[in-house]
């Protein structure tokens, strides 16, 4: 590993600690939007990991290593949908008091990198429209998901030949 790259784990080690949910220093937890769109794959194993209670205000994405473009399915043999969209609420401390989240299967269908980008744009429209004079700032984590190599069929044309 190069410099780079250990002081981007140390950071994650850092803010992806079990308990409590990250602080977000660098903003100050209850004075700013944090939303989070594409790839979580950094634990799931129970609620504690999930980005709702990793202090995300809005998430939508997968949690493992990996899915299907379009129907969002992960896994070889298991053939799970991983997709997920949840909503947590805070109090005037910045505080999680509930999270809301449910299985995105009504985005089945829909290409996951579109799905992703959409939903950033919105979030940025929604947020300048509630914060017009900019006193709460917004942090935005888009992790998207893309082509990644060689061995990746054009997602389209994938689609095509499974669907149509």
């Given at each position: 590993?190069?410099?780079?790259?250990?002081?981007?784990?140390?950071f994650f080690k850092l803010?992806?600690?079990?308990?409590?949910?990250?602080?977000?220093?660098?903003?100050?937890?209850?004075?700013?939007?944090?939303?989070?769109?594409?790839?979580?794959?950094?634990?799931?194993?129970?609620?504690?990991?999930?980005?709702?209670?990793?202090?995300?205000?809005?998430?939508?994405?997968?949690?493992?290593?990996?899915?299907?473009?379009?129907?969002?399915?992960?896994?070889?043999?298991?053939?799970?949908?991983?997709?997920?969209?949840?909503?947590?609420?805070?109090?005037?401390?910045?505080?999680?008091?509930?999270?809301e989240w449910h299985s995105?299967?009504?985005?089945?269908?829909?290409?996951?990198?579109?799905?992703?980008?959409?939903?950033?744009?919105?979030?940025?429209?929604?947020?300048?429209?509630?914060?017009?004079?900019?006193?709460?700032?917004?942090?935005?984590?888009?992790?998207?998901?893309?082509?990644?190599?060689?061995?990746?069929?054009?997602?389209?044309?994938?689609?095509?030949?499974l669907y149509h």
């Amino acid at each position: 590993m190069n410099n780079i790259q250990l002081s981007l784990l140390s950071f994650f080690k850092l803010i992806f600690k079990p308990h409590p949910p990250p602080p977000f220093f660098f903003f100050g937890n209850d004075s700013v939007v944090k939303v989070m769109f594409g790839k979580w794959n950094i634990g799931h194993c129970n609620s504690k990991y999930l980005p709702s209670e990793r202090g995300f205000d809005h998430f939508i994405g997968y949690l493992g290593p990996g899915h299907g473009y379009y129907d969002h399915i992960s896994g070889h043999a298991e053939r799970a949908f991983d997709l997920i969209e949840s909503v947590s609420f805070t109090n005037s401390k910045g505080e999680i008091v509930s999270s809301e989240w449910h299985s995105g299967e009504q985005y089945a269908g829909t290409y996951d990198t579109l799905l992703y980008r959409d939903k950033a744009v919105s979030s940025l429209k929604k947020h300048a429209s509630a914060y017009p004079d900019n006193a709460v700032p917004l942090f935005m984590w888009s992790a998207q998901h893309g082509v990644h190599g060689e061995e990746d069929i054009e997602p389209e044309v994938l689609y095509l030949r499974l669907y149509h």
